[in-house]
């Protein structure tokens, strides 16, 4: 009789062939949506992003405010608080809107 081959086991693939972030997916939250498992129902999908006024939105203001009186116009004031690109991003799973996590500019992402 000949040696039989053991098989490999099969390793838990999600539906896009990428191993799903299930544990500890905070760290790896960012600006842009993420494809991951959602703790709470188990969906594989993409992040629905957020964004909120955070602590860099608010230092970004101060700087603006403080060198605005001799280098940048007080007109400039606002952009902190309407690009996104100075706001902390919530993601929050698309199927059943739980909140995932947060990646925040300045600071510990929670």
């Given amino acids: 009789m000949a040696p039989s081959r053991s098989h490999p086991i099969p ?8 191993p799903s972030m299930l544990v500890n997916a905070k760290k790896y939250l960012s600006d842009r949506p993420q494809l991951l498992d959602c703790p709470r ?3 594989h999908g993409e992040t629905e992003l957020r964004f909120v006024n955070g602590f860099f939105t608010y230092v970004s203001f101060f700087i ?6 001799a280098i940048l116009p007080l007109f400039f004031l606002w952009v902190p608080f309407c690009v996104e690109t100075f706001k902390d991003a919530e993601h929050y799973c698309p199927s059943c809107r739980a909140w995932i996590g947060t990646y925040r500019r300045l600071g510990k992402s929670t």
Avoid at 11 to 18: G, K, M, Q
Avoid at 64 to 69: A, K, P, R, S
């Fill in 11 to 18: 390793i838990h693939r999600s539906a896009s062939h990428t």
């Fill in 41 to 43: 129902c188990k969906v």
């Fill in 64 to 69: 603006i405010l403080i060198f605005g009186f």
